[in-house]
């Protein structure tokens, strides 16, 4: 089937795109297309900063434990 094949493509060049928003603070080699996946790329970088800040930030109170 033509479609699902479209569409699992479309889903792994989703995962792709959301893997490399959330490890680069900006994806220089993937670009998001225009209407709703600006504002949710946007989001998803911003909770990737989040989250190493809290990763690192418990790290560091482990370590200096």
Known sequence: DAG?????FQFG???YFSVVTFTTPGS???HAPRGFSHPFAALEALFGIILNVVFLLSL?????R
């Open 4 to 8: 699902f094949t479209e569409r699992l």
């Open 28 to 30: 220089i080699d993937e």
């Open 13 to 15: 060049h989703a995962v």
């Open 60 to 64: 560091i109170r482990m370590m200096a």
